[in-house]
C-alpha cells in the first residue's frame, strides 16, 4: 500500500534563516506531488506541484521554492524565512491527474 | 477563477443526529470533487471522491452527492457520534494541469454527546 511521510511535525525558525522541508512517497511510482499551505481557520493553498523529477509548477509568488530531486521525494525550502511564512505546510500525492489524493500529516511552521 | 464555498461554517449537533454539510463551487467545469476529514493540528484524510460523472459515494454512515450543473455537493453524515467531531472540506480539481484542487474553508463540526 502507498504511504506519505513528511517531517518535521514542528518547526520553529528565526526570521531569516533558511527552510527545508521533506516529503516522501512508498508503494507507487511517478505520482504528482503537491505542496499546501493552510493558515489558521481556513481552506489550503496550493503552492506548488510536480509531475515530475525536476518538474516544478508554482502556483503563487512567494519565499519559497520547491525541488523534487527523486520521484517519490519532494522538498520545500526557503533561503530566508519571513514571519509571514508561518503556517501548516501539508504535502499530498496522487497517481494521477483525475484520482483521489492523499495528505501528509503537515508540518506546523513557526517563524519567531 | 474557481472558488468553493462550504456552509456552515461550524455547526453543532447532538449525538445521533443526521446532518447535512453544503459545498458550492463557481466553476461547473470540475473533474471531480473529493471531500475530507481534518483533526485539529492533523493531515487531511480522504473520505470520498465523487467522479463528476457520478452522483453520489457512500462509504458507512457517510454519503457524498454532486450535482454539476449547479455546482453543488452535499456530504451527509448519518446517526452523528462523538467522534465525527472534525473539520470537513471539500475539494474540486480541474482534469488538466495536474489535476490541481481548489479548496473550501471547511465546516466544523462539534457532536455532543
Known amino acids: 500500500s502507498q504511504t506519505i511521510h513528511q517531517w518535521p511535525a514542528t518547526l520553529v525558525q528565526p526570521v531569516g534563516s533558511p527552510l527545508s522541508l521533506e516529503c516522501t512517497v512508498e508503494?507507487?511510482?511517478?505520482?504528482?506531488l503537491y505542496w499546501y499551505r493552510q493558515a489558521a481557520g481556513r481552506g489550503l493553498q496550493l503552492l506548488f506541484y510536480?509531475?515530475?523529477?525536476?518538474?516544478i509548477s508554482s502556483e503563487v509568488p512567494q519565499n519559497l521554492s520547491a525541488s523534487r530531486p527523486q520521484d517519490r521525494q519532494f522538498i520545500l525550502s526557503s533561503k530566508k524565512l519571513l514571519l509571514s511564512d508561518s503556517g501548516f505546510y501539508l504535502c499530498?500525492?496522487?497517481?494521477?491527474?483525475?484520482?483521489?489524493?492523499?495528505f501528509g500529516q503537515g508540518t506546523r511552521l513557526t517563524v519567531v | 477563477k474557481q472558488e468553493v464555498t462550504q456552509i456552515p461554517a461550524a455547526l453543532s449537533v447532538p449525538e445521533g443526529e443526521n446532518l447535512v454539510l453544503n459545498c458550492s463551487f463557481t466553476?461547473?467545469?470540475?473533474?471531480?470533487l473529493q471531500w475530507f476529514r481534518q483533526d485539529p493540528g492533523k493531515g487531511l484524510t480522504s473520505l470520498l471522491l465523487?467522479?463528476?460523472?457520478?452522483r453520489e459515494q457512500t462509504s458507512g454512515r457517510l454519503n457524498a452527492s454532486l450535482d454539476k450543473s449547479s455546482g453543488r455537493s452535499t456530504l451527509y453524515i448519518a446517526a452523528s457520534q462523538p467522534g465525527d467531531s472534525a473539520t470537513y472540506l471539500c475539494?474540486?480539481?480541474?482534469?488538466?494541469?495536474?489535476?490541481?484542487?481548489?479548496f473550501g474553508d471547511g465546516t466544523t463540526l462539534t457532536v455532543k454527546p
Open positions: 508503494g507507487t511510482s511517478n505520482p504528482n
Open positions: 466553476d461547473s467545469a470540475i473533474y471531480n
Open positions: 510536480s509531475v515530475g523529477i525536476g518538474q
Open positions: 499530498a500525492w496522487s497517481e494521477g491527474s483525475h484520482t483521489e489524493a492523499f
Open positions: 465523487i467522479q463528476s460523472s457520478q
Open positions: 475539494a474540486v480539481r480541474r482534469g488538466t494541469n495536474a489535476g490541481k484542487s481548489t
